[in-house]
């Protein structure tokens, strides 16, 4: 049982369960492309298990089932993504009939159970054709994600609730091409400085493409955290700095003032692309709305071995998920106080969080600590209009494979079957009959 009730947020606020194409659908046939996930999981050591999103959760075939659920649990929302490379397999060119049928399937059934589609249309699963082009390394991927965007806003549009170009810039950039943890793996800072602009060139060139096919209700998904110095030290004020800015502010600052933090533009002179500045009109094009992912905090020390960025960061000694990270819900207040304080008035959704964790209880603390942080956000002024549990189901976790487990419902994935947690059940109670 949760400690608020609905009331508690507003009369409109919406509550949803969020996934991701490759980390539940699974159904590779049908005309789907290879995706730089299909690649990077084949790869040895790049996943836990060698694991990979072949089967999944078999959404692709079981999502009759799994919106049922959503609608069971009294949700108004369901946020999922469409697969790039499950619409348009070589990444530009010929369209794939058997995946624009999917999703109208798909959309068409959450209409019918009365959900409001809340979609994505990039959460990691890259074509592997672009990749060899370099991918977000490549200034063109401006043009691809506009034409898939394109695509997107002209077959789904008018069915959808709301619409973001991009999940997670940050993972996309530099998750992916500095830390090497995500697919494609790189560990390079010229490729994360150009994946780091040309990810927000896209968005905006997908937000214009969009709107021209009419789409309303657009925005963009950040992963942002509270951001703090482990000491009040002057070093390690100086890398709570750049933590801050290479976590938050980069995407903030460049989606909301057409501006990068100054001190990452001179960390990262030498590797940006050349003449950067000339598209930050195209970066900070005007949305309808921001989603916030937020799962912990960051706590950041001078660490002078560190070249470019001279940070290192410590764990928290707060209680921590499976996965380490530490559980930090004053941190999502104080972050939406901030963004709507110093960034953007917009409608604000708390897009995803939750707690990797096979201990449900714990899953059940951690969703009502940080609603009631939401609640206590919007005290303060915070337009928050919406919260979207992730996961629905246990599913794919990236380079953790399927060994962590942030569901809602769990998943057997030897037979497939889905069982409501106690998590699921206490916000079945919170919604049930008063959608
Ligand atoms: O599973 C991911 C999701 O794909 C993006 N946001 C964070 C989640 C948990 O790591």
Redesign the pocket.
């Known amino acids: 049982m949760f400690s608020v009730s609905r009331q508690d947020f507003g009369p409109n606020f919406v509550f949803g369960t969020?996934t991701?194409a490759y980390?539940i659908e699974g159904g590779q046939g049908d005309g789907r492309g290879s995706s730089i996930w299909d690649t990077f999981a084949a790869t040895p050591r790049n996943v836990k298990n060698a694991d990979g999103g072949a089967i999944a959760c078999d959404h692709y075939n079981r999502w009759p089932e799994d919106l049922d659920i959503i609608r069971d649990g009294g949700f108004d929302a369901y946020r999922f993504s469409f697969a790039w490379p499950r619409l348009i397999p070589e990444g530009t060119g010929a369209v794939n009939q058997a995946g624009l049928d999917f999703y109208d399937r798909l959309i068409d059934g959450m209409l019918a159970r009365g959900l409001k589609p809340f979609a994505t249309l990039y959460?990691?699963d890259l074509p592997s054709t672009l990749q060899d082009k370099g991918g977000w390394m490549n200034r063109d991927i401006g043009n691809w994600f506009a034409e898939y965007a394109a695509l997107s806003g002209r077959h789904f549009g008018d069915r959808l609730h709301a619409t973001a170009t991009i999940?997670?810039p940050w993972?996309v950039a530099f998750l992916s091409h500095f830390l090497g943890i995500h697919a494609p793996g790189y560990r390079d800072v010229r490729a994360a400085a150009r994946a780091m602009h040309h990810v927000l060139f896209a968005h905006g060139h997908g937000v214009d493409a969009l709107r021209a096919e009419g789409v309303k209700n657009v925005g963009i998904v950040l992963?942002l955290e509270k951001s703090e110095p482990a000491t009040e030290s002057a070093e390690d004020q100086i890398a709570f700095d750049y933590g801050d800015a290479l976590f938050n502010r980069w995407y903030l600052g460049g989606v909301f003032k057409g501006q990068y933090p100054e001190v990452l533009t001179k960390a990262l002179a030498p590797y940006l692309p050349k003449d950067f500045e000339r598209d930050m009109d195209v970066v900070s094009r005007p949305l309808d709305w921001l989603g916030v992912?937020y799962?912990t905090r960051g706590l950041y020390k001078h660490d002078p071995n560190v070249p470019i960025f001279p940070i290192g960061q410590v764990k928290g000694p707060r209680e921590k998920n499976d996965?380490g990270w530490e559980i930090y819900p004053e941190g999502l207040e104080a972050l939406l106080v901030r963004v709507s304080n110093e960034y953007t008035k917009l409608p604000l959704y708390i897009t995803?969080t939750?707690m990797?964790e096979t201990d449900d209880t714990r899953r059940v603390a951690f969703y009502d600590e940080h609603l009631k942080a939401v609640a206590r956000a919007q005290g303060q002024g915070a337009d928050v209009r919406g919260f979207f549990a992730?996961?629905l189901l246990d599913?794919?976790?990236?380079a953790?494979g399927y060994t962590?487990r942030?569901g809602i419902v769990h998943v057997d994935y030897e037979t497939q079957l889905r069982t409501p947690k106690g998590s699921y059940r206490a916000f079945q109670g919170m919604l049930h009959n008063t959608r």
């Open positions: 969020a991701s980390q959460h990691w999940n997670e993972c992963n992912n799962y996965l995803e939750g990797s992730w996961s599913n794919y976790e990236w953790e962590s942030f």
